[in-house]
């Protein structure tokens, strides 16, 4: 019955990993590269990163409303307070980066385009099918 189980022993755990998708607008699309360049660097100087293990930051998907790029990384801990105290400071972290390369995050949005009727009885004229 045991053979087919997968058995997690959190207590022998050496690291929490933070894996996180994040959106920046389609407008900012041009400073995609820079954004996930500085949040690899801020991930690889932060101390409660452990570098040992994998980090990975990388533009991964075209959303409907947004770029998305994820963040994927361990910390040293497994203390849950704590991690979740290291999590908040990578994404505030990441935020000021996007702020700071002049981005916005994303959040779900729909363009509509309208078409524009004739205004005038000119334009209505000039637009009519001649016979």
């Known amino acids: 019955v045991f053979t087919s189980i997968a058995v997690e022993n959190p207590s022998r755990m050496s690291n929490r ?7 920046i607008r389609y407008d900012d699309a041009s400073k995609m590269r820079q954004i996930t360049q500085q949040v690899r660097t801020m991930l690889s ?3 409660e990163i452990d ?3 994998t980090l990975i930051v990388n533009f991964n998907q075209y959303a409907p409303s947004s770029l998305d790029f994820f963040i994927y ?3 040293r801990t497994t203390d849950w307070v704590h991690y979740h105290e290291i999590k908040e400071d990578v994404l505030l972290k990441v935020m000021d980066i996007i702020l700071s390369n002049g981005a916005e ?8 385009h309208i078409a524009q009727e004739p205004s005038t009885l000119a334009e209505k004229a000039f637009l009519e099918p001649k016979s």
């Open 17 to 23: 990993r933070i894996y996180e998708t994040v959106g």
């Open 45 to 47: 100087q932060h101390p």
């Open 51 to 53: 570098l040992q293990q």
């Open 73 to 75: 990384c361990f910390t």
């Open 105 to 112: 995050c994303a959040f779900p949005t729909s363009t509509l």
